[in-house]
């Protein structure tokens, strides 16, 4: 059974945002991004354990996509099977960029 992955609507703002931004740097890029990000998303609804790290003191986890430097942060809520993205971020942003959405 497969676990139902719903985003917040921060998490899709990043999307976009990062999307046009890429875009901006070559047309196409975004479609790429937004691609890859929803390549996780459909991967965490088959099995969010794996492939992922998980923060030390937190029930977040993250995983990466291939192509791009962006970390999709999630948490998971294994009673519902229910994966909630928190947010999309660039993977040298610091954490407190995302904590606060969790």
């Known amino acids: 059974m497969n676990w139902q992955v719903v985003s917040r609507p921060q998490a899709e703002n990043d999307v976009v945002e990062t999307a046009d931004w890429y875009d901006g740097q070559r047309p196409g890029l975004g479609t790429d991004f937004i691609e890859e990000v929803l390549a996780v998303f459909d991967a965490l609804g088959i099995n969010p ?3 992922c790290r998980q923060h030390p003191t937190k029930n977040i986890r993250w995983r990466y996509p ?15 099977r229910l994966v909630i993205i928190a947010a999309v971020v660039h993977a ?7 904590r606060s959405r969790v």
Do not use: K, M, S, T
């Open 92 to 98: 040298a942003r610091h954490d407190r960029v995302w």
């Open 49 to 51: 354990f794996l492939n």
């Open 66 to 80: 291939q192509r791009f430097p962006y970390r999709v942060i999630y948490e998971v809520v294994e009673e519902g």
